[in-house]
């Protein structure tokens, strides 16, 4: 069974939850965490109404990151150091995500997508995603990766490798990979054409990394509905699948 949904860095509204959740077929949303977002105070809310919800976490990116290079050039004739260092900043950063999850009366055991925006690979990077990892499920919540399929690929394999710092602290995330079979520019108007209508279209997870528990497949779309009769719209998202109905608590855990 696969179960539609959709990412939004902007909180709809609770009028336009309700009326998506009534009048269409996607059954969860992303929840984006923290401060620089708005949907923080609508968990309990947008879960009665039914939904299932993915939090998502938006960290340090990898290739771009002042602080990590900045770490990098502090560090970089001690690797052990640098190591360190790097784990180091990526346990601050998820013991933020933890503290923003309880912020939100997330429970514990959800699983916390961090959100990959700029996919290259990078060691520093992945020793602080590491760091950030280990923080969040020493607070008792799951870890997942947002991102592309070479990037988790990279990742993956990475932490199956066994080579890296402290092999013995692996954790593995949930796999959610954003694979656009069509994509409107990041901050572009949305064209009347690129409102998906109910029923959405049937997600074809072919060729997508066959790890993923959930996919993204179309990027920066809009939206349109049918409530009482009254045409609905709201844009920009993110059209996405899951094998579960709610990504955030995924398949159980193993005991």
């Given amino acids: 069974m696969v179960y539609a949904g959709f990412d939004t860095s902007g909180y709809p509204g609770d009028f336009s939850m309700k009326s998506i959740w009534d009048n269409t077929e996607l059954?969860?949303?992303?929840?984006?965490?923290?401060?620089?977002?708005?949907?923080?105070?609508?968990?309990?809310?947008?879960?009665n109404m039914g939904w299932g919800v993915?939090?998502?976490?938006?960290?340090?990116?990898?290739?771009?990151?002042?602080?990590?290079?900045?770490?990098?050039?502090?560090?970089?004739?001690?690797?052990?150091?640098?190591?360190?260092?790097?784990?180091?900043?990526?346990?601050?950063?998820?013991?933020?995500?933890?503290?923003?999850?309880?912020?939100?009366?997330?429970?514990?055991?959800?699983?916390?997508?961090?959100?990959?925006e700029n996919t290259v690979p990078d060691s520093d990077w992945l020793e602080y995603y590491r760091g950030w990892s280990r923080a969040v499920v020493d607070r008792n919540f799951r870890v997942g990766l947002y991102t592309r399929h070479d990037h988790?690929?990279?990742?993956?394999?990475?932490?199956?490798?066994?080579?890296?710092?402290?092999?013995?602290?692996?954790?593995?995330?949930?796999?959610w990979i954003a694979k656009y079979t069509r994509a409107n520019a990041n901050g572009a108007s949305i064209p009347?054409?690129?409102?998906?209508?109910?029923?959405?279209?049937?997600?074809?997870?072919?060729?997508?990394?066959?790890?993923?528990?959930?996919?993204?497949?179309?990027?920066?779309?809009?939206?349109?509905?049918?409530?009482?009769?009254?045409?609905?719209k709201f844009s920009p998202v993110d059209y996405d699948s899951s094998i579960d109905p709610d990504p955030g608590l995924g398949l159980p855990s193993p005991r």
């Fill in 152 to 175: 988790a690929v990279w990742v993956m394999s990475k932490l199956m490798s066994g080579s890296l710092s402290r092999p013995s602290d692996i954790c593995m995330p949930a796999i």
């Fill in 54 to 116: 993915a939090p998502i976490y938006t960290g340090k990116q990898p290739g771009s990151s002042p602080k990590l290079h900045a770490i990098h050039n502090r560090h970089a004739a001690d690797r052990k150091a640098l190591q360190s260092a790097l784990w180091g900043n990526g346990a601050l950063d998820g013991k933020e995500a933890a503290d923003q999850a309880r912020a939100s009366s997330i429970p514990l055991n959800t699983i916390l997508y961090f959100d990959v």
């Fill in 27 to 47: 059954m969860w949303c992303g929840f984006y965490l923290g401060p620089r977002f708005n949907w923080s105070p609508h968990f309990a809310r947008i879960k």
């Fill in 192 to 232: 009347a054409r690129d409102y998906l209508e109910d029923p959405l279209p049937v997600p074809d997870p072919r060729r997508v990394y066959p790890g993923a528990s959930v996919l993204q497949h179309l990027g920066n779309f809009g939206l349109k509905w049918t409530d009482s009769g009254h045409l609905r």
